[in-house]
């Protein structure tokens, strides 16, 4: 059974850089379409970057796109998200999730079934 591991979170500065890390076990992640999403205190869980099972397609929210980068390693069964130029609005709960088909496009929470634990960001001076 998948299960997901989400790591590199923490409190940065605005303007500096996190690399999260979604770590999979139980099997092997080349099955899954895999996306980051993001909760902050008081609001809706939101797509912020998915990515599709071979990695050659990968859908942004506006609100990241040119500062955020998703990639993954199938060989590692790891995905990443680069971020950079974090603001303080980048504040909250980010979670790795995983599911099938071309949902990486639309990258909606509800298409996607397993989830991991998620790491904390905080963006602050």
């Known amino acids: 059974q998948l299960q997901l591991v989400e790591s590199g979170g923490g409190l940065v500065q605005p303007g500096g850089s996190l690399r999260l890390s979604c770590a999979a076990s139980g099997t092997t992640l080349d099955y899954y379409t895999i996306g980051w999403f993001r909760q902050a205190p008081g609001k809706e869980r939101e797509g912020v970057s998915c990515i599709s099972r071979n990695g050659d397609s990968a859908g942004y929210a506006h609100s990241v796109k040119g500062r955020f980068t998703i990639s993954r390693d199938n060989a590692k069964n790891t995905v990443y998200l680069q971020m950079n130029s974090l603001k303080p609005e980048d504040t909250a709960v980010y979670y790795c999730?995983?599911?099938?088909?071309?949902?990486?496009?639309?990258?909606?929470?509800?298409?996607?079934?397993?989830w991991g634990q998620g790491t904390q960001v905080t963006v602050s001076s």
């Open positions: 999730a995983a599911g099938y088909g071309s949902i990486w496009y639309t990258c909606r929470p509800s298409d996607f079934g397993s």
